[in-house]
């Protein structure tokens, strides 16, 4: 199936500072892709939608300003968590639209474990 | 999207066959079944989908309903790594669709 990474797999920083965490495709091309989160013992949350060359969208509650989103190319999306805060560590894990067979199909990242100290 | 029901937890044996059940009432002509897995502390994956058919691949196996309101996702012989939440998802693909995630369920496989 097709492949999607995620980097860095796991980021440590301080208050204040900002985050930017990458999501590629790296067999296929996806004009679209998503960002979820997930706390602890929960199940993942969408948090945007990611469309190559546009804006993206964001979820009810979440803060576009806060949670920047770029979609430069066909394969690769950033989400850049700013002046980040304790209650923003997460895993979040980005997600990307392939073709399975005659179908498309959706294909995660292994997810990156941001903690906000 | 429509909503899908599923038990909160089940166990199975290793070895035995895993039976996880999907409710899925309010399912519209265009959806598609999706079943996904997430293991502890990774991203989810891709197991099945199917539309009507029961489809079957090296993973799993998808029994759907003639009414296409339920479905049974069938993991034939368990071992200890397929201990994991298992998440149903009816999914259209259209150009505005997104996958919403339910609360799945953990599957425990037993030594």
């Known amino acids: 199936g097709a492949v999607v990474s995620q980097h860095p797999s796991w980021v440590i920083c301080k208050s204040g500072t900002s985050v930017k965490i990458e999501c590629r495709s790296l067999?296929?091309?996806?004009?679209?892709m998503f960002w979820y989160r997930q706390f602890p013992k929960q199940s993942l949350m969408l948090m945007a939608t990611?469309?190559?060359?546009?804006?993206?969208?964001?979820e009810q509650g979440v803060e576009k300003d806060k949670f920047l989103i770029n979609h430069a190319s066909l394969t690769l999306s950033t989400l850049t968590v700013t002046s980040a805060h304790p209650e923003d560590s997460s895993f979040y894990i980005c997600?990307?639209?392939?073709?399975?067979?005659?179908?498309?199909?959706?294909?995660f990242g292994p997810g990156t474990r941001l903690l906000v100290l | 999207d429509a909503k899908t029901t599923q038990p909160t937890s089940m166990d199975c044996a290793e070895g035995r066959a895993a039976n996880l059940p999907c409710n899925h009432s309010?399912?519209?002509?265009?959806?598609?079944v999706y079943w996904y897995r997430q293991i502890h502390s990774q991203g989810p994956q891709y197991i099945i989908h199917?539309?009507?058919n029961n489809e079957t691949n090296e993973m799993a196996s998808l029994i759907i309903t003639e009414d296409r309101k339920s479905s049974t996702l069938i993991l034939p012989h368990a071992t200890l790594r397929d201990t994991a939440v298992y998440y149903c998802?009816?999914?259209?693909?259209?150009?505005?669709?997104?996958?919403?995630f339910g609360s799945g369920t953990r599957l425990s496989i037993r030594p």
């Open positions: 199917g539309l009507k």
């Open positions: 998802i009816t999914e259209s693909y259209s150009s505005a669709s997104k996958i919403i």
């Open positions: 309010t399912i519209s002509g265009n959806e598609y």
């Open positions: 997600s990307a639209r392939g073709n399975s067979g005659d179908q498309e199909t959706q294909y």
């Open positions: 067999d296929f091309q996806a004009t679209t």
């Open positions: 990611s469309n190559e060359g546009s804006k993206a969208t964001y």
